[in-house]
């Protein structure tokens, strides 16, 4: 039998598509015979019932030819041939100028529009914020810039990162919400790229920021983009402040290298450790960092006092109403806490926490303090501590060191983490310091199983801290949250078991799951990234205080604490937070808040106030706590 003929649609299809395969000439010509079988007949029937077209066949033939040329653009002339050729040949010579002029002018635009929406031009700003890198810490970064920048009339950030520039736009625009004044903008390329750093202008740019990425190998790229931003600046000038954040202390001095001497570079997996391991020891504390890090309540200023010139620091304590006053600047050395007795020198900045820079006023409040209602007792010794350690990360022993610094004779560590090969050696190379008054002990166990958190005795440590496991190659930055809220639930349950709260203290990577994170209220949540991008906004602002926080959240150096409020004021009496301030200061220290037990439940402070007045009167608990500044 032979074989079955195909269709003759089929075959009049294929034919047609192999004309159009060969090229723009076979389609120039279909569009010239699809042009021609519309437009003759049309012309001829527009022809034929015109009441005035000619009389004879010619005539209207010749009547159906102009009208068909113009139309078409091909003239239309009549008469000899050579006349009609020359015609039609000089209507294609305007038309294929034409249309190539057009197309040229489309594909310019074209072009023109695509770098655009690839944000490929330059940013022509001045004074403004260049964010280098895209990480979760990025999204906090904008929102605090934003909020810094409200009452400023042209504030402008650019973001330069590699990644599509529509999709950073959407995303900014999905996370930090309408940016007020401030101008956003976008541009796509590599940062280690000289080329590429030059669209953002960081040579007019008030200050660059670099923000690693959420990859292992991110350090390394800090550092190369450092050195990039070197190479794109001009020789002369001077160069923008710049501020750059590393996660392993090792990368620290090639990062600084490479930002030159007015940089500075920030440890976040350091950075985070203390202030777990503060938050730890002192239930609550994780709010007011937050509380002082963002520019959504109080914060840090440097002022000059000229009346002040010559008098003790302790008179500084008292001498503002509505700020507190926690340290000095002298030259570029930070002073936080110092001696009441130390005077204070002319040139000498005093480092206060206020609403804003123009709530900083002074007035003697001396005529406040009720030295009847403070206490005179003994300071509450410190007791031995026991920690438990669920979960084993890259963090856990910078945590370990910090534990080990102030830990009381009888402290102890108990980590129950996976038994694997790195655990083991982390564990052990944790604990090399023999002879401390730290005892470190593994216990292998998987944290997300119910029946290991049930054979530890969870109550009876004094603080639990749950840490997620480093992403493996190939997984997103995140995915350590899952399990972590999988222990946290576990934790929970507990806790509804015997009716008894724990003392919890989590660390998280995304912010979003905060909210996922089944804890009860006020629970201490340590979210990495964001505690680096408020640390960058804030230095940003003012690079001086980048070694002020260096002090606050240093292992042996002046920090802040949570004290007993009966250490201060006698319980149950009411008076001023003058009095409270004046109580600090005889034991060395500079009070600057409390927090309330009473509302310690209660949203969105959890009995956190920073900075209240001085005149204002409460009555205090023996459970209320002060917020000091001072030392263990």
């Excluded at 239930?283 to 509380?291: A, I, K, N, T």
């Excluded at 709530?359 to 007792?377: I, L, R």
């Excluded at 840490?467 to 809220?485: C, F, H, K, V, Y």
Aim: aromatic content about 4%; overall charge negative.
């Amino acid at each position: 039998m032979g074989q079955r003929r195909a269709p003759w649609g089929d075959r009049a299809r294929y034919w047609f598509d192999s004309t159009l395969a060969r090229g723009a000439s076979a389609i120039v010509g279909w569009m010239a015979l699809l042009c021609l079988a519309v437009v003759v007949p049309a012309s001829a029937v527009v022809v034929w019932t015109d009441p005035d077209a000619p009389e004879s066949l010619p005539d209207r033939l010749a009547a159906v030819w102009h009208l068909t040329g113009e139309t078409l653009r091909l003239g239309g002339a009549t008469g000899a041939p050579l006349r009609v050729t020359m015609s039609v040949l000089l209507a294609l010579v305007a038309l294929l100028y034409v249309s190539t002029l057009v197309g040229l002018i489309t594909t310019a635009l074209t072009e023109r529009l695509t770098a655009l929406r690839r944000g490929r031009s330059t940013v022509l700003e001045h004074g403004h914020v260049v964010v280098l890198g895209w990480s979760e810490q990025v999204f906090t970064v904008v929102s605090e810039l934003v909020a810094a920048n409200a009452n400023q009339r042209r504030a402008a950030v650019a973001v330069l990162a590699d990644r599509d520039k529509t999709a950073m736009e959407e995303a900014l625009s999905t996370k930090v919400g309408p940016v007020g004044r401030t101008r956003l903008i976008c541009r796509s390329g590599p940062t280690t790229d000289p080329a590429v750093l030059t669209l953002t202008s960081p040579a007019t740019a008030g200050v660059v920021l670099v923000l690693p990425r959420d990859e292992p190998d991110a350090d390394a790229e800090v550092v190369k983009t450092l050195l990039a931003l070197r190479a794109a600046l001009p020789g002369e000038g001077v160069p923008p402040p710049v501020v750059a954040a590393v996660r392993d202390d090792r990368y620290r001095l090639a990062a600084s290298l490479a930002a030159g001497p007015g940089g500075i570079v920030l440890e976040s997996d350091t950075v985070t450790a203390r202030l777990i391991v503060q938050a730890a020891r002192r239930p609550g504390l994780s709010l007011v960092h937050q509380e002082l890090l963002d520019f959504a309540g109080d914060e840090f200023y440097l002022v000059t006092e000229p009346t002040l010139t010559g008098r003790p620091f302790g008179d500084a304590l008292l001498s503002y109403p509505t700020s507190s006053v926690v340290g000095i600047v002298r030259g570029e050395t930070p002073l936080l806490n110092p001696p009441p007795q130390t005077p204070l020198a002319e040139d000498d900045l005093l480092v206060v926490i206020s609403r804003d820079d123009d709530t900083v006023w002074p007035a003697d409040c001396a005529d406040s303090v009720e030295k009847a209602a403070m206490a005179s007792g003994p300071v509450t010794p410190a007791r031995p501590e026991r920690i438990l350690l669920l979960g084993w990360n890259r963090r856990a022993p910078l945590m370990v060191d910090q534990l080990r610094r102030r830990a009381r004779p009888g402290s102890a560590v108990d980590v129950v983490a996976d038994g694997g090969e790195e655990t083991v050696r982390g564990v052990s190379e944790a604990d090399a310091h023999h002879g401390t008054d730290l005892r470190l002990t593994l216990y292998p166990g998987d944290v997300t199983s119910p029946e290991t958190l049930r054979g530890l005795d969870v109550h009876s440590y004094d603080s639990v801290i749950v840490l997620g496991q480093d992403p493996a190659p190939g997984q997103p930055p995140d995915e350590p949250d899952n399990r972590t809220l999988v222990t946290l639930l576990l934790l929970r349950r507990l806790e509804e078991a015997s009716g008894r709260e724990l003392p919890v203290v989590t660390e998280l990577v995304d912010d979003r799951n905060r909210a996922l994170a089944p804890l009860g209220p006020g629970a201490d949540v340590i979210i990495s990234g964001k505690l680096i991008g408020l640390l960058m906004a804030q230095i940003s602002q003012n690079r001086h205080l980048a070694a002020v926080f260096e002090e606050l959240f240093s292992a042996d150096g002046t920090g802040i604490r949570l004290r007993p409020a009966g250490d201060y004021v006698l319980p149950g009496c009411e008076t001023t937070f003058a009095t409270v301030v004046a109580a600090a200061r005889q034991r060395g220290e500079c009070a600057i808040g409390y927090r309330s037990h009473d509302d310690a439940s209660t949203s969105p402070g959890y009995g956190v106030r920073i900075n209240p007045p001085k005149t204002g009167r409460r009555r205090w608990t023996a459970d209320d706590e002060v917020i000091v500044v001072g030392r263990d």
